[in-house]
């Protein structure tokens, strides 16, 4: 008894480990070539497409990183305006307002504010609904997070988008968290790629 038990473990956690790791591959294949760190070598897009960073009651890690690659494409003339898209749904929490303010303060010029982005594919979604938007943007996030907007990018529009990778972080347990949650959310983005097809 012991025995089956072990087995049929056994063969649950190789399926579960095998579809994580061919999702992965999946999502790091298609951002393959679109992800760009050299500012100088990414192509000029019309609009950027600023991802919040998620709630918290305190900025990300990865909250200034994201806002200066912002301020960095705008004035190396990489892209003409920003739409932001983050959180604020909430009377203690308000990322959009804050990122805005901040690139409105370094002369960003701001095209749009979506403060419905509550994760990467609503952000997606809702920019692809408005006319144009979709069709010459660069996404700005870190490269881990890059690489899933650029697969829902490929769902979601008829031009996929470029991405810019803002600075990671050093902090090794946000390493380890991230991680854990890209893998996860990655998976769950090609597992609802299929059931949108």
Same mark, same amino acid.
């Given at each position: 008894?012991?025995? !089956?038990?072990?087995?049929?473990?056994?063969?649950?956690?190789?399926?579960?480990?095998?579809?994580?790791?061919?999702?992965?591959? /999946?999502? /790091?294949?298609?951002?393959?070539? %679109?992800?760009?760190?050299?500012?100088?070598?990414?192509?000029?897009?019309?609009?950027?497409?600023?991802?919040?960073?998620?709630?918290?009651?305190?900025?990300?890690?990865?909250?200034?990183?994201?806002?200066?690659?912002?301020?960095?494409?705008?004035?190396?003339? %990489?892209?003409?305006?920003?739409?932001?898209?983050?959180?604020?749904?909430?009377?203690?929490?308000?990322?959009?307002?804050?990122?805005?303010?901040?690139?409105?303060?370094?002369?960003?010029?701001?095209?749009?504010?979506?403060?419905?982005?509550?994760? !990467?594919?609503?952000?997606?979604?809702?920019?692809?609904?408005?006319?144009?938007?979709?069709?010459?943007?660069?996404?700005?996030?870190?490269?881990?997070?890059?690489?899933?907007?650029?697969?829902?990018?490929?769902?979601?529009?008829?031009?996929?988008?470029?991405?810019?990778?803002?600075?990671?972080?050093?902090?090794?347990?946000?390493?380890?968290?991230?991680?854990?949650?890209?893998?996860?959310?990655?998976?769950?983005?090609?597992?609802?790629?299929?059931?949108?097809?």
């Amino acid at each position: 008894m012991k025995r !089956t038990l072990f087995i049929i473990s056994s063969v649950i956690l190789a399926t579960i480990f095998t579809v994580v790791l061919a999702c992965n591959l /999946i999502v /790091i294949q298609v951002g393959n070539g %679109k992800c760009y760190d050299d500012i100088d070598a990414i192509p000029h897009r019309t609009y950027g497409l600023l991802l919040g960073t998620g709630r918290s009651t305190t900025p990300s890690p990865y909250y200034d990183a994201r806002l200066q690659a912002t301020i960095d494409l705008f004035r190396a003339g %990489k892209i003409d305006s920003v739409i932001v898209s983050g959180e604020n749904l909430y009377e203690d929490y308000y990322e959009v307002d804050s990122m805005v303010i901040a690139l409105e303060e370094a002369g960003v010029p701001i095209r749009m504010v979506d403060p419905y982005g509550t994760n !990467t594919y609503a952000s997606l979604r809702r920019i692809g609904t408005f006319e144009g938007l979709s069709t010459s943007m660069t996404i700005i996030s870190q490269y881990f997070h890059n690489q899933r907007a650029i697969f829902y990018g490929t769902i979601l529009y008829d031009e996929t988008p470029i991405a810019y990778n803002a600075q990671d972080t050093d902090i090794w347990y946000w390493d380890i968290w991230r991680f854990m949650r890209e893998s996860l959310a990655r998976t769950k983005a090609v597992l609802f790629s299929l059931l949108l097809a």
